[in-house]
């Protein structure tokens, strides 16, 4: 059994999207194998964005009070999921700062000799993007950049090496049986979580 901390990154707070759809399915998977399940959808949660060094290096005593328990829910976490659509080929704007207050200094990093050490090294992780452009395109067209870059920049320097990525491209006028395909992956992920 692992705990396991589901990070919902669309910022629409309507919860009728694809990736709303593919975490019920990860979740149904992971309830099957008994996991422990915390999902957190940015789009509900009110924060600051960080806006200077000093702000940033308040660590964990600067975080708002109302993230504090999903800096908690980090920390005892085994695995964590990310998922989110592509939006101007990265991340949505919201997630990026939800994670900046999220994997503050203190709870995610640490600086020794002045360089950054991760906190976070004994967790995994799988990152699920959805995009409207077919997923082989975004790979070798564009590289994979925003992936990569969460992967290295983020997750890799935290700690996190151990990471999944699945990549959902081609998603605006699907049929429902590709639809069914990918929510059967999605339970399949939950239930294997690693």
Not at 50 to 60: I, V
Not at 144 to 157: C, D, G, Q
């Amino acid at each position: 059994m692992s705990n396991i901390l589901i990070i919902q990154g669309h910022p629409d707070t309507q919860e009728n999207h694809l990736c709303h759809e593919l975490i019920s399915s990860y979740i149904s998977g992971a309830e099957i194998a008994d996991h422990s399940i915390k999902l957190y959808n940015i789009a509900s949660i009110e924060f600051p964005l960080l806006r200077s060094k000093e702000d940033w290096e308040k660590g964990k005593e600067g975080t708002p009070e109302n993230l504090k328990e999903i800096q908690e829910a980090l920390i005892e976490s085994d695995h964590i999921v990310i998922i989110y659509p592509l939006w101007l080929g990265t991340m949505p704007a919201l997630l990026k700062g939800f994670l900046e207050q999220l994997l503050r200094p203190g709870v995610a990093i640490t600086y020794k000799k002045g360089y950054p050490q991760g906190l976070l090294e004994n967790k995994s992780a799988h990152i699920i993007i959805t995009m409207g452009m077919p997923a082989l395109v975004y790979r070798f067209f564009f590289f994979s950049h925003s992936l990569r870059n969460l992967k290295r920049n983020i997750l890799n320097l935290v700690g996190i090496k151990n990471i999944k990525c699945t990549i959902i491209g081609s998603v605006e006028n699907t049929d429902k049986i590709k639809q069914a395909k990918w929510f059967e992956k999605m339970k399949k992920h939950g239930k294997n979580a690693k």
